[in-house]
C-alpha cells in the first residue's frame, strides 16, 4: 500500500491480515480467532463463522487471543487458542477453541467456563451466509425436534426470524455442489440481517425470546461446534480448471436510468452554532435540504430554533424539521408547543419529520412493546399545527425499525429512515459490505411503500443513537469499534469512498432525499480542531458530498461492474454532458477498464473519480 494509512483510514492503527488457510478446495481466512470468507472453489459458502461475546448493551467484546497454534497441511488445517473476556467488575469468561478443516469438512468448536459467573446477552456461535447469489433461493432446514422443512432464503427482508428452533441448514453453493452447515450444543435461529443493512443472514445462538441479559453460572462448562459439510458431485472440477483471472475490472453501461436525489446535511443543536459559523462552507456544498433535529427530551428548545431559522434563512435551499416527539402528553399539545416555540423566532421550514421518541429503540422479537400514541394520532396532529407544510414518517433510527413497525403510509407524505454500517461489526471489510445489503433495504421499502417519496439519512459511519442498547460506544482511542458515537475512518478516504459507493447503491430506489452528513462534528465535512485532515481541514467525505450535491436533479444511467465488492460506478448526464463516476471500494489500487465508456485507469486505495464518457 503506497498511500499514506493515516489518509486512508483516518488512524495509523492497521488491521492484522488475516491467515489464509486451505484444505483443497476449502479456503477460509482467520481473523481475531474467526473464520470470514469461508470460500469452496472460489465462490463464498460462509461469510463468516464466529464466536461472540456480548455485553448488556449488545456491544461485543474484543477477547485477548492466547496460546494460538495453527498447522496448515496441504488438505487439512488445524487451529487452537483461547480467548478470554473480562466484564464488570473482576468476571472474567474462558473459551477454549478448537478449528479443524478437510477437504469437504470444518468444524469449529468452543467450550466457554467462568469462574467468577458472568453476564451477557449472547454467548456463542453466529455464522453468516452471504447475501448476494443467495437472497430468495432454495434452502433446506432441519428443525430440533428433527423435522426436515425445504424452503428459501428471504429475498424481501423479512422484520422478523426467517428461521427458528435451527439444527442446520443446507444450500447450494453452485450446481453439483451443496453446503451444510450444523450447528449442535444450544437452539439456534436466523435473523435476517440486512435489516441492520448487514451484508448477510446470521444463524445465532440461544432464541431472542428468552431472556436477555442473563448469566453464566460459574464452573458450569457451556460447549458449542458448528460444522460446515461440503457434498460436491465432482462437475466443479472444469469450473476451476477453466477459471481465469483478469486484473482489471470491467464496467459497461447497463440500462436502468433515474434522477440523482437531493443531497441532505443534518444540523443538531448540539453543532447548529458551528453550522452557523461554518456558512460559507455550506454554500459551498450547496445541499438541497437542510435536515434539522429536535427532540424536546434532550433539552432542545427556543435556543435550539432560533439558531435552526438563522441557518435556514442563509441556505438557498430547503429546510426539514426532525422531531422526536416525547408522547409523554397528547401528541396536540405537544407538537403545539413546539409550533408555538417556532413562531416565536420565526422559523419555517417546509417540511415536518415526526416520529415517537420511544420509536427510536427496537423492540426485538419477544419482547413488549412500548407504550406509545397511535402514529394516526401523531401525524393528525402535526398536520393541525404545522398547515399547509409536508408531513413526513418513518423512523429516526434504522430500517429495522421501519420493516418492524410499519407507519400507516396514507397519513404522511413521505417516508424516512435511516441505516448504520457498525451495528454489529466495525472491520473494514464488513463496512464496505453493507453497501451489498442497500438495494434490498430500498427494494424492500418500495415493497411496503410503493411510489411514496422515500427519503434516506443521516446514514454515517459512526452511529447517532443506539436503538439496541442505552448509549452508543465512546471511542477515545478511536479504534474500529461496533455502536461507536465516533469512527476514525470518517476522516479519511474510506468515509468518501464509502459515501460515494452509498449513493450508488439507493439510485434504483428513486430517493427524494440522501443525507450523508453534518456539516461539524463527529458527523461532519469539515474536522475539529483535534482530528487533523488534509485540505485546511476538510475531510475527504466534504468532495464527495459537495459532487453528489452538484449532481442532484441530473439523469443517471446503470454501470455494470464485473467486481460490484471492488469497484462502483454510474452515469451521470445533464446538459453538458455526461461523465462516468467510478470509485475504489478497497484498500488496495484496482485498474478499471472503462471499455467503451472510458479509458483504462488505476484507482488508488478508497479512490473516486469521475471522467468524460468517450466520444
Not at 428468552?210 to 453460572?217: A, R, V
Amino acid at each position: 500500500m503506497t498511500a499514506d494509512v493515516f489518509q486512508l483510514y483516518g488512524t495509523r492503527a492497521q488491521e492484522k491480515p488475516p491467515v489464509r488457510l486451505t484444505a483443497g478446495k476449502l479456503t477460509a481466512d482467520l481473523a481475531d480467532g474467526n473464520l470470514r470468507s469461508i470460500r469452496y472453489d472460489g465462490i463464498e459458502v460462509l461469510r463468516a463463522i464466529s464466536y461472540l461475546v456480548r455485553d448488556r448493551d449488545w456491544g461485543t467484546y474484543s477477547p485477548e487471543i492466547a496460546d494460538l497454534k495453527i498447522e496448515q497441511g496441504n488438505d487439512r488445517f488445524e487451529i487452537a487458542y483461547q480467548a478470554r473476556c473480562e466484564g464488570p467488575g473482576v468476571t472474567k469468561l474462558v473459551v477454549d477453541m478448537r478449528i479443524t478443516g478437510g477437504r469437504d469438512r470444518l468444524d469449529f468448536e468452543a467450550e466457554a467456563v467462568t469462574e467468577t459467573g458472568f453476564e451477557t446477552n449472547r454467548c456463542g456461535f453466529c455464522i453468516l451466509h452471504p447475501i448476494v447469489g443467495v437472497a430468495g433461493s432454495p434452502a433446506t432446514v432441519e428443525h430440533v425436534d428433527g423435522r426436515i422443512v425445504a424452503t428459501r432464503f428471504p429475498d424481501l427482508i423479512e422484520p422478523w426470524q426467517p428461521f427458528k428452533d435451527m439444527r442446520a441448514i443446507t444450500h447450494e453453493v453452485m450446481s453439483g455442489v451443496a453446503a451444510e452447515c450444523r450447528m449442535e450444543g444450544d437452539t439456534f435461529e436466523m435473523e435476517d440481517q440486512r435489516n441492520w443493512s448487514d451484508a448477510s443472514y446470521k444463524t445465532y445462538v440461544r432464541p431472542l425470546a428468552l431472556p436477555w441479559p442473563y448469566q453464566i453460572p460459574a464452573g458450569q462448562a457451556v460447549g458449542q461446534k458448528i460444522s460446515l459439510i461440503i457434498r460436491d458431485t465432482g462437475r466443479s472440477e472444469q469450473r476451476s480448471s477453466a477459471a481465469v483471472h483478469s486484473e482489471a475490472i470491467r464496467l459497461e453501461l447497463g440500462t436502468r436510468t433515474g434522477t440523482m436525489p437531493d443531497i441532505g446535511v443534518i444540523v443538531t443543536p448540539e453543532e447548529a452554532g458551528a453550522t452557523l459559523s461554518a456558512r460559507s462552507l455550506l454554500a459551498e456544498i450547496a445541499p438541497r435540504e437542510l435536515l434539522f433535529h429536535f427532540d424536546p427530551d434532550a433539552g432542545h428548545g427556543v435556543e435550539a430554533l432560533k439558531t435552526f431559522a438563522a441557518i435556514a434563512a442563509a441556505h438557498r435551499g430547503r429546510s426539514t424539521l426532525e422531531i422526536a416527539l416525547p408522547c409523554k402528553a397528547s401528541p396536540a399539545d405537544e407538537a403545539a408547543e413546539i409550533a408555538r416555540q417556532m413562531q416565536i423566532v420565526w422559523f419555517k421550514p417546509d417540511a415536518i419529520l415526526i416520529s415517537p421518541s420511544v420509536d427510536r429503540q427496537s423492540t426485538p422479537p419477544g419482547s413488549k412493546w412500548p407504550d406509545c400514541p397511535p402514529l394516526e394520532e401523531v401525524y393528525a396532529a402535526a398536520r393541525a399545527v404545522f398547515g399547509g407544510i409536508r408531513i413526513g414518517g418513518g423512523m429516526l433510527s434504522y430500517f429495522t425499525e421501519l420493516n418492524r413497525k410499519r407507519v400507516p403510509a396514507d397519513e404522511i407524505d413521505f417516508v424516512s429512515h435511516c441505516t448504520n454500517p457498525i451495528v454489529h461489526a466495525a472491520d473494514d471489510l464488513s463496512v464496505m459490505q453493507t453497501l451489498e445489503a442497500l438495494p434490498f433495504i430500498t427494494r424492500s421499502v418500495r415493497a411496503i411503500y410503493g411510489h411514496k417519496p422515500y427519503r434516506i439519512g443521516p446514514s454515517t459511519i459512526p452511529m447517532r443513537q443506539n436503538p439496541y442498547g442505552s448509549r452508543t460506544m465512546d471511542n477515545p482511542a478511536r479504534g474500529r469499534v461496533p455502536m461507536a458515537n465516533r469512527d476514525p475512518r470518517h476522516n479519511g478516504h474510506f468515509a468518501a469512498a464509502f459515501a460515494l459507493g452509498y449513493a450508488i447503491r439507493v439510485l434504483e430506489a428513486g430517493l427524494e432525499c440522501l443525507t450523508l452528513s453534518a456539516l461539524t462534528g463527529p458527523f461532519g465535512l469539515i474536522a475539529g480542531p483535534d482530528e487533523p485532515v488534509e485540505q485546511g481541514g476538510r475531510r475527504p467525505l466534504f468532495n464527495t458530498v459537495r459532487t453528489l450535491s452538484v449532481l442532484a436533479g441530473t439523469s443517471w444511467q446503470e454501470c455494470v461492474s464485473s467486481s460490484p465488492s471492488e469497484v462502483l460506478a454510474f452515469v451521470a448526464r445533464d446538459a453538458a454532458g455526461g461523465k462516468l463516476y467510478v470509485v475504489n471500494l478497497t484498500g488496495e489500487a484496482r485498474s478499471v477498464d472503462g471499455g467503451a465508456l472510458a479509458e483504462e485507469l488505476r484507482l488508488a486505495p478508497f479512490a473516486t473519480a469521475a471522467l468524460p464518457l468517450a466520444d
